[in-house]
């Protein structure tokens, strides 16, 4: 066996081989094989170049079809066999690394661009042969007078020999003569088995014009037409033509008969049927696919006043998981099960179900009241979805997603409809799955924002968008500033300056968090070894920095810390990691072995929001804390006076608890001196809030501390 081609151009050389080899012999050309396959090898390459194109041409694909006529490929099983091996062998060889479900997509509308460029191609050439014969048969009319005997003979040569049927009528329609080229068409042997008169030749699918045209070309109106049109044969199949019809004059210019010439189309008409469907359809589901489904949208999105569109757009919640556990053949067979479900909820007028791809499935509904009939709809498909699949034995519980989106026609997009729809459809799954949500477009606001600032999030770092705001640690024993806590910002371009809170849980989704920590972490320990150039000998300020749950998972955290402190020159017990408490619920050894080493080495661990989860306080014990953040919400309750009596226990408590084990207390967001006086006289060490300062650039604190150390 040969081995694969090893490059592109290999393998597309390989292709128009293929190709050359299954179309050859259907070819009526004086070529030799080797050489039609190099006629070929421009045409593969166009059609690999528009099968990887950003976007869809289907210019290609029609230039390609007509480029086999022009190669005289016009044999019957010509066009079958090229379209065979297209369908087989573009995407194998051509489709590169692409998405092979797209890749698929494409060829088979390539294929139907090529199948009507063909067309288009092989009717323009029966167009220049029907002309020839009707200007033959102009030509023997106009020379009856002349040399009745040589014209007669050179007629009845075209009429009979043609490959075309023809016929010739009286302008009353009686049908006078016929060649065999059109009995073989009809399937009849006789004339006598075909209709005697023009209009008896009528089928329901008749376009209006049809006899519209006919009518004009009789009354001499016109002197042809040309028209598709289909005919019954005698056994009542239906026989599908491209139809031109013509006005025959005598010597004197008086309409005498008229000449109709027939090219069968009804092959080639099947087979763009069969193409359109398989570009439109789903091939496991047989559901309508991504293409069909936006053309009934659009179409639904552009009716007229008055009317208003639904979509329901669903995703199966834990597909993936069945797909992993029990196979993909499991999960096409589910999939499967699923869309015969989905259809059987949509059978009204106006409604369809579409399979997008993978577990999305969409049904959409249109007409005037779809505000109702899309909340029925979506019922429907939930109720659908209750009862279990049984596969290989098993009873598998469906549960799904579902968005909806309704609203009057005209005035949005498809993309738009589908973007909003698939936002709200993920706003139902995060809700806990396994229920439907309408669309709002405040909520689609903030997702659409979400996702730019999350897109956003790594030019931004590479830009220098983000700087540091540090908020005072006062201690409340003496008033002085011991340290700040680190605060990242982000100068967003459109946005404006955005908190962590809008953009820290985008990061850690992202996996982004691990080089802006870092980045925070080298900015603030930089930061603390100046405060403590200028200070002098007046002591040193000290700096928190928050860590991720994410940043606590990562290898390189205490590698990146050494270095980081080692660069800048800074002493370990200078800087305070300061990691949540519901990051540490439950922490194993692995989990807390880099926070052990980080405090061996000097470098404080501070509890952040400590109070909010709901650990075993005997957990005290064995983390390698050394610092307690009381979370905010204890000072709320000191706002008013007399202070709320169950804070008071609490936070004394908790004070009592953490002196007992040697950790020192600091409480976030003091607010008021009344708030700070009670604080301290519960024994709590160190304390920040806007009583103090707002968070604010390093210059502000170094400010505040020379004036605490001079006053």
Not at 482 to 489: F, K, P, T
Not at 524 to 546: D, Y
Not at 613 to 641: C, E, H, I, W
Not at 681 to 687: K, V
Request: proline share 5%.
């Amino acid at each position: 066996m040969s081995a694969e081609p090893d490059g592109p151009e290999d393998r597309l050389r390989r292709f128009a081989t293929i190709w050359s080899r299954a179309v050859f012999p259907a070819t009526s050309t004086s070529l030799t094989r080797p050489e039609f396959e190099e006629l070929l090898l421009p045409l593969a390459r166009r059609l690999s170049e528009a099968l990887r194109a950003r976007t869809y041409d289907a210019e290609e694909g029609r230039a390609v079809g007509a480029a086999l006529v022009e190669a005289h490929c016009t044999e019957p099983e010509a066009l079958s066999s090229a379209l065979d091996c297209v369908d087989a062998y573009l995407v194998l060889y051509c489709g590169g690394d692409g998405h092979q479900e797209d890749l698929r997509a494409r060829a088979a509308r390539l294929q139907s661009a090529m199948a009507a460029g063909y067309a288009e191609a092989l009717r323009q050439r029966t167009l220049t042969e029907q002309e020839a014969i009707a200007r033959a048969a102009l030509e023997a009319q106009g020379a009856v007078a002349r040399a009745l005997h040589a014209t007669e003979a050179r007629f009845r040569a075209v009429f009979e020999g043609a490959a075309i049927g023809i016929g010739i009528a009286d302008l009353d329609g009686n049908i006078l003569q016929v060649n065999g080229a059109l009995l073989r068409m009809f399937g009849v042997t006789e004339q006598a088995r075909l209709a005697r008169c023009v209009t008896e030749w009528t089928h329901p699918e008749d376009a209006p014009q049809v006899w519209r045209l006919y009518e004009e070309l009789v009354r001499a109106e016109r002197e042809h037409y040309h028209t598709e049109k289909a005919f019954y044969r005698p056994d009542g199949t239906v026989l599908w033509t491209n139809l031109t019809v013509s006005l025959l004059r005598d010597a004197d210019g008086n309409p005498q008969y008229q000449l109709a010439l027939m090219e069968d189309t009804t092959e080639r008409r099947l087979l763009n049927l069969r193409l359109r469907y398989e570009a439109t359809h789903d091939a496991l589901t047989g559901l309508p696919n991504r293409t069909l489904f936006f053309e009934r949208l659009e179409k639904a999105l552009a009716a007229g006043d008055g009317q208003r569109f639904g979509l329901c757009y669903l995703d199966l919640d834990g597909f993936k998981a069945i797909n992993d556990s029990l196979g993909h053949a499991a999960g096409d067979r589910l999939l499967v099960e699923i869309a015969d479900r989905l259809q059987s909820c949509a059978t009204a007028p106006g409604e369809m179900v579409a399979r997008l791809g993978g577990d999305e499935f969409v049904a959409l509904t249109t007409g005037p009241d779809t505000e109702s009939e899309v909340d029925d709809l979506a019922d429907r498909i939930m109720n659908a979805l209750v009862t279990p699949v049984r596969i290989d034995g098993r009873e598998l519980l469906v549960r799904g997603s579902i968005g909806i989106v309704e609203g009057p026609a005209g005035e949005r997009g498809p993309a738009e409809v589908l973007r909003s729809a698939d936002i709200t459809m993920y706003r139902a799954k995060s809700a806990g799955g396994n229920r439907y949500e309408v669309a709002d477009a405040e909520a689609d606001a903030r997702a659409i924002t979400r996702h730019g600032l999350t897109t956003a999030l790594p030019a931004a770092l590479d830009r220098g968008e983000f700087f540091i705001e540090y908020q005072p640690l006062v201690h409340l024993g003496d008033g002085t500033v011991r340290g700040a806590e680190a605060l990242v910002r982000w100068l967003h371009p459109q946005h404006g300056v955005l908190g962590p809170d809008r953009f820290i849980p985008l990061a850690e989704r992202t996996g982004l968090i691990v080089p802006l920590g870092r980045w925070v972490l080298e900015q603030s320990v930089r930061q603390a070894r100046e405060w403590q150039q200028r200070h002098g000998g007046r002591g040193p300020l000290r700096v928190n920095v928050n860590l991720s749950p994410c940043q606590l998972t990562h290898p390189g955290l205490v590698q990146d810390t050494v270095e980081i402190l080692e660069r800048a020159g800074l002493e370990p017990d200078a800087l305070c990691l300061e990691v949540t408490e519901s990051a540490l619920i439950g922490a194993d050894d692995d989990l807390l072995k880099p926070l052990r080493r980080l405090a061996e080495m000097g470098i404080d661990i501070a509890l952040d929001d400590f109070g909010t989860g709901y650990s075993n306080l005997a957990n005290l014990r064995r983390l390698p804390v050394r610092v307690l953040k009381l979370d905010r919400s204890f000072t709320q309750g000191m706002q008013q006076f007399p202070a709320d009596p169950v804070d008071l226990k609490i936070v004394e408590g908790i004070v009592s608890l953490a002196h007992s084990l040697d950790l020192a207390v600091t409480v976030e967001g003091v607010e008021t001196g009344a708030q700070a006086e009670q604080l301290r006289i519960l024994g709590c060490d160190t304390a920040q809030g806007w009583y103090y300062a707002r968070p604010g650039p390093p210059e502000r604190l170094h400010e505040l501390a020379l004036v605490d150390a001079t006053g």
